[in-house]
């Protein structure tokens, strides 16, 4: 279809416009989207990406080299303007320019800029070939556009119907015939979604090899942006981060062969002075779970390249002639509107489109895990009485965390050793399951199934299963090693080890931990190790595809010594992940806001401990324990034997509100109201999907005498309503949100408050 200068994709005839999509069920959600997202100019040489308030174009110019235009607000017409062309003196020239020295691709925008074609700024790829070639030189050669969103084999990716999304597939081949580069792009016009991801094809007759590959890459031609991103360590993960872009480059990523406490896979480029309700920002989340580089920085003539991708360092993935490979996919985001916008496309994309199965629109158990209760010195006795206690206080699950399997009484010795230790549970896994499903009680495991100790039956029987360099002592985390899943036969007999478990009784619940960092990268069985960390990726995300069919009603959470691989990759399996080991509540309020920006409240595991806090001995209300922990999936880390009758029925309390809110906290729009590494106030809020229901909280982070009054301005509101409160006061929702409301002061140390509103 023609229309306006513009060639249209197959599907509805309808012209290009906007339509109301109603979502029933969990999670009521209006879309506003398009028949067509993706239109491309009569000449088949422009290509314009619609999303509901966004506009991506690229071009390929006359020379074959695919260009980008354009990314921000929703915009009609050509954006090839803004190119400009100027002899920028020592910027090499392709030779199809001929004398023209204004044409370069060390200062034009480009879609997926590679090594070997002037371009000395950060590229998105890097080749190497056999005979000692280096880079290569990609031009348009073809492009296809089609109903739904593609998927990738082996790994991850955002999903969504026919009638939710399309795809625009861009083919680039290389002018000395060695490879072609199919550029994908996803689009969900109702979320202001687009994914990217490329797959590189060697077309040549030797092996190529790929040492650098960024999923995405994004060119601004001017501006002035702060690079945000979320840097932490064990027990203080995703800190929030913000600084200049300037004329260099700033760089994150991880080489700890997992995405890391250290830096999370995710970038936000906002312009200068965006705050959370007004301002331009882009975000890139990469749907990887291994060793990721991330960076963005100025050119000397003012532009800005911002890039995520895979670890380039111990990288150099070897493919043969004929064969392909994929790289992950990287969730892309825009909003003119601030901050706090762009969370919520990416929230509603992670909610429906990347986590799945069952648990996807579920609202998860309350459970009570064992691990501060007991550690690992425990019986099934000891189980039994947790499991009797969780019943009393109404929660719904109970976990059974390290300790259950071989001769694991420490953290030095059991770990590959998966089967049931009969002695210490003092009799079998089947009748412990049995008894704790008849207390009213859903079950849960923990297992670390890509571990494993030197003391163990596994390790004695299959020492090279482990990643170890040869010649080398090996280097110890935790006192355990990390076994090689980038070999089958190793994912296989791990897997098979462990779903005998599974299946001597129907287990509702697993978590999933990895303890360590990868340091020692070496396979026995691979011909070539700069493939082997990649690969061993692949084998973790077969192994859970793997998990995740054979017992789709079981849910999995993901860990890593807490939050050590939290990313969209592993939310794709694991449709929560435990947020951080450490659950002192202050500390959580800062991980879990940083966490927010790019990550909704259903996915951040989160539990009430005791105080004072084991990890840093800070003494908390226990109703501020429960507030914060409520803003995720909320549980209990504690042994309830050891509590007052005041407590318990605190507890039960807590439990009871959590139900009644739960709804709202993991559908509703997450609202940051203030900064809690700067105020004295911690604050956020859940509104409903059709503004029916507020849900304010509030923690005091500080306390002082005769300290002022605290307001705290809502957002989200329906102008000109009226909410109401539970002890039935009404507020005119504009002054809510322009003027605010006092939060109570109480006395002593970080109290809190939490008020749910009801539109009237």
Same mark, same amino acid.
């Given at each position: 279809m023609?229309?306006?200068?513009?060639?249209?994709s197959?599907?509805?005839?309808?012209?290009?416009?906007?339509c109301?999509?109603q979502?029933?069920?969990a999670?009521?959600?209006?879309?506003?989207?398009?028949n067509?997202?993706?239109?491309?100019s009569?000449?088949?040489r422009i290509?314009t990406?619609h999303t509901?308030?966004?506009?991506?174009?690229m071009?390929a110019?006359?020379?074959?080299?695919?260009l980008?235009?354009y990314?921000?607000?929703?915009?009609?017409g050509?954006?090839?303007?803004?190119?400009?062309?100027?002899?920028?003196g020592?910027?090499?020239?392709?030779y199809?320019?001929?004398?023209?020295?204004?044409?370069?691709l060390?200062?034009?925008?480009?879609?997926f800029?590679?090594?070997g074609?002037?371009d000395?700024?950060?590229?998105?790829?890097?080749l190497?070939?056999?005979s000692?070639?280096?880079?290569c030189?990609?031009?348009?050669?073809?492009?296809a556009v089609?109903?739904?969103k593609?998927?990738l084999?082996?790994?991850?990716?955002?999903?969504?119907?026919?009638?939710e999304?399309?795809?625009?597939?861009?083919?680039?081949?290389? @002018?000395?015939g060695?490879i072609?580069?199919k550029?994908?792009y996803?689009?969900?016009p109702?979320?202001d979604?687009i994914?990217?991801s490329?797959i590189?094809?060697?077309?040549s007759?030797?092996?190529v090899?790929v040492?650098?590959i960024?999923s995405a890459?994004?060119d601004q031609?001017?501006?002035?942006?702060d690079?945000?991103? *979320?840097?932490g360590?064990?027990c203080?993960e995703r800190?929030?981060?913000?600084?200049?872009?300037a004329h260099?480059?700033q760089w994150?990523g991880?080489?700890?062969?997992?995405?890391?406490?250290?830096?999370?896979?995710?970038?936000?480029?906002a312009e200068?002075g965006?705050?959370e309700t007004?301002?331009?920002?882009?975000a890139?989340q990469?749907?990887y779970?291994?060793?990721?580089?991330?960076?963005a920085?100025m050119d000397?003539?003012?532009?800005?390249?911002?890039?995520?991708?895979l670890?380039?360092?111990k990288?150099?993935?070897?493919?043969?002639?004929?064969e392909?490979f994929?790289?992950p996919e990287?969730?892309?985001?825009?909003s003119?509107?601030g901050?706090?916008?762009?969370?919520?496309n990416?929230?509603?994309?992670i909610r429906?489109h990347?986590?799945r199965?069952?648990?996807?629109?579920?609202?998860?158990?309350v459970?009570?895990n064992?691990?501060?209760?007991?550690?690992?010195?425990?019986?099934?006795?000891d189980?039994?009485a947790?499991a009797e206690?969780?019943?009393l206080?109404?929660m719904?699950?109970?976990?059974?965390?390290?300790?259950w399997f071989?001769?694991?009484n420490?953290?030095?010795?059991g770990?590959?050793d998966?089967?049931v230790?009969?002695?210490k549970l003092?009799g079998?896994?089947?009748e412990?399951? +049995?008894?704790v499903?008849?207390?009213?009680?859903k079950?849960g495991?923990w297992?670390?199934?890509e571990m494993?100790?030197?003391d163990s039956d596994l390790?004695?029987?299959?020492s090279?299963?482990?990643?170890?360099?040869?010649?080398?002592?090996?280097?110890r985390?935790?006192?355990?090693?990390v076994?090689?899943?980038s070999r089958?036969?190793v994912v296989?007999?791990i897997?098979?080890s462990?779903?005998?478990?599974?299946?001597?009784?129907?287990?509702?619940y697993?978590?999933w931990?990895?303890n360590?960092?990868?340091?020692?990268v070496?396979? +026995?069985?691979?011909?070539?190790?700069?493939?082997v960390? +990649?690969?061993?990726?692949l084998?973790?995300?077969?192994?859970?595809?793997?998990l995740t069919?054979r017992?789709?009603d079981?849910?999995i959470?993901g860990?890593?010594g807490?939050?050590g691989?939290?990313?969209?990759?592993?939310l794709y399996?694991t449709?929560?992940?435990?947020?951080s080991?450490?659950?002192d509540?202050?500390?959580?309020l800062?991980?879990?806001?940083?966490?927010?920006f790019?990550?909704?409240a259903c @996915?951040?595991?989160?539990?009430?401990?005791?105080?004072?806090?084991?990890?840093?001995?800070?003494?908390?209300?226990?109703?501020?324990?429960g507030i914060?922990?409520?803003s995720?999936t909320?549980g209990?880390?504690l042994?309830p034997?050891?509590?007052?009758a005041?407590?318990?029925?605190?507890?039960?309390?807590q439990i009871?509100r959590?139900?009644?809110?739960?709804?709202?906290?993991?559908?509703?729009t997450?609202?940051?109201?203030s900064?809690?590494?700067k105020?004295?106030t911690?604050?956020w809020a *859940?509104?409903?999907?059709?503004r029916?229901?507020?849900l304010?909280?509030?923690?005091?982070?500080?306390?002082h005498?005769?300290?002022?009054?605290?307001?705290?301005r809502?957002r989200?509101?329906?102008?000109?309503?009226?909410?109401?409160d539970?002890?039935?006061?009404?507020?005119p929702?504009?002054?809510?949100?322009?003027?605010?409301?006092?939060m109570p002061m109480?006395?002593?140390?970080?109290?809190?408050?939490?008020?749910?509103?009801?539109?009237?």
């Amino acid at each position: 279809m023609n229309d306006g200068g513009y060639l249209y994709s197959s599907g509805s005839i309808n012209r290009l416009s906007d339509c109301i999509k109603q979502k029933g069920s969990a999670g009521r959600e209006s879309e506003r989207r398009f028949n067509m997202a993706i239109a491309v100019s009569e000449n088949g040489r422009i290509f314009t990406i619609h999303t509901a308030s966004t506009t991506y174009q690229m071009m390929a110019d006359k020379y074959g080299v695919l260009l980008h235009l354009y990314y921000g607000r929703r915009s009609e017409g050509t954006m090839d303007y803004l190119l400009t062309y100027h002899d920028r003196g020592y910027c090499a020239n392709i030779y199809d320019a001929g004398e023209d020295r204004t044409y370069s691709l060390d200062f034009l925008p480009q879609e997926f800029p590679v090594s070997g074609t002037g371009d000395t700024r950060s590229t998105a790829l890097n080749l190497e070939y056999g005979s000692g070639i280096c880079g290569c030189d990609l031009r348009f050669e073809s492009y296809a556009v089609k109903d739904g969103k593609y998927g990738l084999k082996g790994l991850p990716a955002v999903y969504a119907s026919e009638d939710e999304a399309q795809t625009l597939e861009i083919t680039l081949a290389d @002018t000395a015939g060695m490879i072609r580069a199919k550029l994908l792009y996803g689009v969900l016009p109702g979320l202001d979604i687009i994914t990217r991801s490329v797959i590189i094809t060697n077309t040549s007759r030797e092996e190529v090899r790929v040492t650098k590959i960024m999923s995405a890459s994004l060119d601004q031609v001017y501006g002035d942006y702060d690079l945000i991103t *979320f840097y932490g360590r064990h027990c203080m993960e995703r800190n929030f981060q913000r600084n200049a872009v300037a004329h260099m480059e700033q760089w994150i990523g991880s080489r700890r062969g997992a995405s890391s406490h250290q830096f999370n896979p995710m970038m936000i480029l906002a312009e200068r002075g965006t705050d959370e309700t007004a301002g331009g920002c882009y975000a890139m989340q990469f749907v990887y779970s291994g060793g990721f580089s991330g960076c963005a920085g100025m050119d000397p003539f003012g532009q800005t390249r911002m890039q995520l991708g895979l670890m380039q360092e111990k990288f150099n993935y070897p493919i043969a002639p004929g064969e392909s490979f994929t790289a992950p996919e990287v969730i892309m985001s825009y909003s003119g509107s601030g901050l706090e916008k762009l969370s919520d496309n990416l929230h509603r994309c992670i909610r429906r489109h990347v986590r799945r199965g069952k648990w996807r629109d579920k609202i998860c158990p309350v459970l009570l895990n064992s691990w501060e209760a007991y550690y690992m010195d425990f019986d099934g006795a000891d189980i039994l009485a947790l499991a009797e206690q969780a019943a009393l206080l109404g929660m719904d699950m109970l976990v059974l965390d390290d300790g259950w399997f071989g001769k694991r009484n420490d953290d030095s010795s059991g770990l590959g050793d998966w089967y049931v230790n009969e002695e210490k549970l003092g009799g079998k896994m089947k009748e412990l399951i +049995y008894w704790v499903h008849r207390k009213g009680l859903k079950f849960g495991l923990w297992v670390e199934p890509e571990m494993v100790n030197e003391d163990s039956d596994l390790y004695r029987a299959h020492s090279d299963w482990a990643m170890v360099i040869p010649g080398r002592k090996p280097v110890r985390g935790r006192s355990q090693l990390v076994l090689d899943f980038s070999r089958k036969e190793v994912v296989d007999s791990i897997f098979e080890s462990i779903c005998k478990v599974l299946d001597m009784g129907p287990v509702d619940y697993l978590k999933w931990d990895y303890n360590r960092s990868i340091s020692d990268v070496y396979s +026995y069985a691979a011909q070539n190790q700069g493939s082997v960390l +990649y690969d061993y990726i692949l084998g973790l995300y077969d192994f859970l595809e793997r998990l995740t069919q054979r017992y789709p009603d079981m849910l999995i959470e993901g860990c890593s010594g807490g939050g050590g691989r939290f990313d969209a990759g592993m939310l794709y399996y694991t449709p929560q992940i435990w947020c951080s080991d450490n659950t002192d509540p202050i500390d959580r309020l800062r991980i879990q806001y940083g966490t927010s920006f790019g990550y909704p409240a259903c @996915t951040m595991g989160a539990h009430v401990s005791v105080s004072p806090n084991e990890q840093d001995g800070r003494v908390t209300p226990l109703s501020t324990r429960g507030i914060t922990a409520m803003s995720g999936t909320f549980g209990y880390e504690l042994n309830p034997e050891k509590l007052s009758a005041e407590e318990k029925e605190e507890i039960r309390r807590q439990i009871a509100r959590r139900n009644e809110l739960a709804e709202l906290i993991a559908n509703g729009t997450y609202y940051r109201l203030s900064d809690p590494f700067k105020g004295e106030t911690a604050a956020w809020a *859940f509104v409903s999907e059709d503004r029916s229901e507020a849900l304010l909280n509030a923690v005091n982070l500080e306390i002082h005498g005769n300290r002022p009054v605290t307001y705290i301005r809502l957002r989200g509101l329906e102008p000109g309503a009226f909410y109401e409160d539970e002890n039935g006061k009404v507020y005119p929702a504009d002054a809510l949100m322009q003027a605010g409301i006092p939060m109570p002061m109480p006395f002593g140390d970080y109290g809190s408050t939490q008020i749910l509103f009801k539109k009237k």
